[in-house]
Every structure is written in structure tokens, then in C-alpha cells.
């Protein structure tokens, strides 16, 4: 067996507070890497972020823009549909306006006919309705020969 000297303890103490200190100053550094690397991943996301809110803030600009035109072209489209209604409503007006007058001028006409049916209901013999087909028929006929014998209004 060997006896272990002072000298030996103290070597290893020595070596011990060497290896100490080796560690202490690895772990040092370890942590000035570790903090260097933790400011640099700090600021690449703080770039990352800010140049993701550039970017979302111009598509939203985008978006909005294209919204904008895209209601502006709807209001367009509705103005132009509103006065095309409207332009058809006063065709309608106009119309309903020329059919009652029609309706009206005719509504005189209309109240003749019991008149000449009661007319017709007077002729009391068959001479009388002759003689007034004669006379139609006649007349006709002068009136066919005067436009020249045709058939075109």
C-alpha cells in the first residue's frame, strides 16, 4: 500500500479547485452563448413579426381597397337598375294612361249598343233588314270598285 503525502491531498485539491474553476468558466461562457443566442432569436422573431404586421397591414389595405371598389361598382349597378325601373314605371304610366283613355272613348261607344239593338228589334218585317242588307252590300261593293278593286286597307 502507498501512504498519501500531504503533498498528494493538496495536488488534488489543487486539482480539484483547477477543475472548479475549468467548469465555473465553462459554464460561463456556456451562458454568454446561450444569452447571445437567446438576443439574436429575440430580434430575428422580433423582425419576423414586424415584417409579418407589414405584411398582414398591406393585404388589409389590399382587401379593403378591393372592397371598396367592388361596392363602389355594386352602387353603380344599383343606380343604374333604379333608373332603368324607374324609366319602365313611367313607360307603365304612360301606357295604363293611353288604355283608359282608349277604355273611355269606348265606354260612350259601348253604351250605344243597346241603342242599335233596340233598332234592329224595331224593324218588324223581313222587307225592312232586306233592304238594309241591300243597301250594306251595295254600298260596299261602290266603295270596293272606288279604292280599286282591292282587298288592301
Not at 477543475?19 to 444569452?35: A, D, H, V
Not at 234592329?120 to 222587307?127: M, R, S, T, Y
Request: hydrophobic share 35%; net charge negative.
Amino acid at each position: 500500500m502507498t501512504t498519501v503525502t500531504s503533498n498528494d491531498i493538496q495536488e488534488l485539491k489543487d486539482l480539484l479547485s483547477a477543475m472548479r474553476q475549468e467548469n465555473r468558466e465553462q459554464m460561463i461562457s456556456l451562458r454568454e452563448e446561450t444569452r447571445e443566442q437567446m438576443i439574436s432569436l429575440r430580434e430575428e422573431t422580433r423582425e419576423q413579426i414586424s415584417s409579418l404586421r407589414e405584411e398582414t397591414r398591406e393585404q388589409i389595405d389590399t382587401l379593403k381597397e378591393d372592397n371598396r371598389k367592388q361596392l363602389e361598382t355594386l352602387r353603380e349597378e344599383n343606380n343604374k337598375q333604379f333608373v332603368n325601373l324607374h324609366k319602365e314605371i313611367t313607360e307603365v304610366k304612360i301606357i295604363t294612361a293611353k288604355i283608359e283613355g282608349t277604355i273611355q272613348s269606348q265606354a260612350v261607344l259601348t253604351q250605344k249598343i243597346p241603342d242599335l239593338i233596340e233598332k234592329v228589334g224595331e224593324l218588324k218585317n223581313w222587307k225592312q233588314i232586306a233592304i238594309v242588307a241591300i243597301t250594306a252590300f251595295t254600298s260596299a261593293t261602290i266603295t270596293w270598285f272606288i279604292r280599286g278593286g282591292n282587298l288592301k286597307p
